[in-house]
């Protein structure tokens, strides 16, 4: 299961944020940048393999973190590996102007 939230911005469109579901409440380091995976962001509600596909593919801009969230990006061809930023073994992902 991953979590994801659509977040709407005036005038800008969609952001489409989405992890895996382990991921969420955690705290990555990335050099001496916190990354803080929160329900804030990425959301508090469940979703499925197929609604977090529906949701980026309909999405403006994305921001993933998590295996099997990039990996359904990947698939989409929204991202390549090497757009993939690793932090430790989770890639996390930028899309803009999808």
Do not use: W
Not at 30 to 55: L, M, N, P, Q, S
């Amino acid at each position: 299961m991953m979590y994801l939230k659509v977040h709407h911005i005036p005038g800008a469109g969609e952001v489409v944020a989405a992890c895996d579901s382990e991921l969420l409440g955690v705290t990555l380091m990335h050099g001496d940048v916190e990354v803080c995976i929160t329900g804030g962001f990425y959301g508090t509600e469940r979703a499925t393999e197929e609604e977090v596909g529906r949701a980026l593919a309909d999405a403006t801009n994305a921001n993933i973190i998590g295996k099997r969230v990039v990996a359904i990006a990947i698939a989409l061809g929204l991202v390549s590996e090497d757009d993939c930023v690793m932090i430790g073994d989770i890639p996390h992902a930028q899309v803009f102007g999808i």
